[in-house]
Each structure stands twice: as C-alpha cells, then as structure tokens.
DNA sequence: GCGGCCCGATCAATCGATCGATAGACCAGA
DNA sequence: TCTGGTCTATCGATCGATTGATCGGGCCGC
C-alpha cells in the first residue's frame, strides 16, 4: 500500500488535493506541471504515475466533482412531488456543497473552456443533468401556480448564478457557518421565483 | 495617424479588443503572444507598440472597463435619494453593461488574480468603489424599512453574483434583449431585498 | 532623411512530458 | 532461509516545443 509521505497522505490524493488548490487560485494554464509536483511533494516525474495528462487531471476532477453532486441531487429529490420542496432541497444541497468545497466547485465552473472537446462534453452533459433538476422544478411550480415570474428561463439562470457565487466568496472562516448560509439561500431562492416564504423555524 | 489594418480599424484598438476577445474565451494564461498577434494582424513584435507587456495590457483593460462602470454608476445616481430607485437603477446600469460588453465583463470577473500585486491593487480598489454604492443603497433601504432581509450582506453578494452571471451566458443573438433584460433583472433585485414590486409599465 | 510602424530572427526561460535507473516490498521455488 | 524475479514508487536528467520579450533593420509618408 502506498501510504507513504510526510502526513501519511498516499500520494495520488496529495496530487488530486494540490491540483484542486492549484487550479482554483492560478487557474489551469497557470498552474505549471512544477508547481504541481512541488505542492504534491513529489518530482514532476513521479507525478505521472498519477495522472495521465495535466488535462486528463483537471477533467478527472471535474467529472467527480459533477457527477457527485448530480448522485446526491438524485437522492435527495427521489420521491418529492412538490416543486416547492424540491427547489429547497435542490438550494440547500447546492449552497452546502459549494461553501464546503469552495475550490472544487471554482475549478468546476471556471476552467470548463481549458478541456479538450472530448473531456468537454463528458462535463458539460452531467452538468446539463444536474440543471435540468432545477429547470423542472422551475417549470412543475410554474405550472401548479406556486411559482410566478414572467421569464422562466432567465429566472433560472439568475437563481443558479446566485447560488453559483457562493463559491467565489465563501470561507470557512466566515461569520456564517454553512447551514445558515444554506437556509438564508434557500429564503432567497423562494422571494426570486415568487414562492410563499418558508414558515420560520 | 495610424489607420492602416484591414477594415480601417487602428492597430491600437485591434489589439485591444482582440486581447478582450481571447482572455475572455481562453483565459489569460491560455492566450499566448502569438494568438494575441495574430488576432489582431499583427506580428508578436509590433504587438510591443502598444502594449509595454501582456499583463499590463490586462490590467489596462480590466482597469479601464471597471472604471467606466463606476463612472456612469456615479453619474446615474447623482442626486438621487430614495434607495429603491437607486437600487433599480444600479441593477439596470450593471446589467445592460455585462450584456453590451460580456467579454470585458468576463475578464474582469475571472483574470483577478492572473495581475500582479500592484495591478490587483489598483482593480480590486475600483471595484470596492463601485460595489460600495450597491451596499449603501441596500443599507439605506434596510434602516428606512423599504428592504427586508436578515442577513444583509450575504444578501448583497447573492444579488451581485446574480447580475454578474449575465456576463457568462448572454449572448446578443437571445430571445431576450439587453434592456428587456435588465428590466428583468431588476423585478428580480427587488423581490430578492424584499421590495415592493415595480408598477407594471 | 527623419520618425512612426512594422517585421523576421532570435533570446533565455519555462512548458508538458519522457527517459532510464534505483530502491524497496512482495512472492515463488529451492 | 536464501535467491531470483516482478511490481510499485520514486527520481534526476533531459527532450522538443513554446513561452514572453528583445533587437536590429526595413518600409513609407512627410
């Protein structure tokens, strides 16, 4: 087993941490294959036992991050009829994630264009997946009346830039922990799409 | 004078403008010097005419859209007082700017922290500036009453991450036009700070 | 023939990636 | 218990290509 190196870290998960960092601070043409190694504690020879392309990485680590959050989406909507729960739980799970890891979720909104057209596509399709959970939300809430607003596509897009930005500003430092910030966001979500207030707790 | 350059377009702006189209498509670290000469039918030395260096040519170009922004900010509210006019007007002002110009607009959001220290300085100081005038407005609408929210500065940055995300997916061609957007946008800020609804034109 | 534009050629540095080699863990057969 | 072989993890050295930037000189309207 490998399971050495300092801080008992294997080393292919030193390498998937570093590239996260990396990435979302310097971005990915910013971030050299040196850089890389040296944040991995690793010579940038041994990191291609790791990966096979600095692409290949950043898309490895794209898809994860995406596809996990589409799996938990999934889960957490299974069995919901109302559009009102399900955009709650769509905000709740979406604000959580992004303020939990910040620097995943930066690499997966910002570096999308550094992907070859292959690795692209794989992306860009879950993430479709996973909008479209909001977009039928969106549209069954509209339709049953509970949510009003004249333009449904840019009300969309405009709930998920908001809960997208989380991610640019959040630290864990801050005054509001994760699950505050969560509830206040699922709040405003309900005020943007015209949806009677959550009852206060 | 300088006005050579197929379709009569000065070399100086050429290369302007060429330098928002590619930092905004492929990121500063992606565009390389020759791209950038090429792009702008010129060969990479000439490009040194008018660019004293690749990052100063961002910095230009990040410090001079901010600023404009904070100009025409400063003009559009000059003498106002009531903070929901202010508000819409900001909303409207930002909005219809990011779906002029969502190139500019994308590099100033995303190439921050591909400048220098110096640069960063002087950026992150305009945008302070003008950021600061959305958090008056709201500050000024929640003591008077007419917003509503209990959590005022994380709402300020959902509702400055809303109308920034205009940059990352309009496009002139859409179904919505800039001003029927902004309009959009701005019935959207007020239900988000809690504001009475704008009268129907 | 002077000055603003412009370029081909080229610089040192760095890029992503590959090479051959070494050290150690583990296992099979004697 | 020793031995030979295989596998994984790691490295220093180096590959060709590309990077941002520079230099010396050519062209052209004045």
Wanted: charged residues 25%; proline residues 6%; hydrophobic residues 40%.
């Amino acid at each position: 087993m490998a399971v050495t190196g300092p801080g008992g870290t294997p080393a292919r998960e030193r390498v998937h941490r570093a590239a996260v960092r990396l990435f979302a601070t310097k971005g990915f043409h910013g971030t050299g294959i040196r850089d890389l190694a040296k944040a991995a504690n690793l010579s940038s020879a041994s990191l291609y036992h790791y990966m096979p392309t600095k692409e290949r990485l950043l898309a490895d680590i794209m898809r994860s991050s995406l596809q996990s959050l589409l799996d938990a989406a999934l889960a957490e909507l299974d069995g919901l009829d109302d559009p009102v729960e399900r955009l709650d739980r769509l905000v709740v799970l979406h604000v959580t994630r992004h303020a939990r890891e910040p620097m995943r979720t930066r690499v997966v909104d910002n570096e999308v264009d550094a992907l070859t057209p292959a690795s692209r596509r794989d992306v860009v399709g879950i993430r479709d997946a996973y909008e479209k959970l909001w977009s039928d939300a969106l549209d069954d809430g509209l339709r049953s009346g509970v949510f009003t607003t004249t333009r449904p596509a840019t009300t969309r897009l405009a709930l998920l830039d908001m809960c997208n930005g989380v991610a640019r500003w959040f630290s864990p430092g801050g005054e509001l922990g994760r699950n505050d910030l969560a509830e206040h966001y699922a709040d405003l979500a309900r005020r943007l799409v015209g949806a009677p207030p959550r009852p206060p707790r």
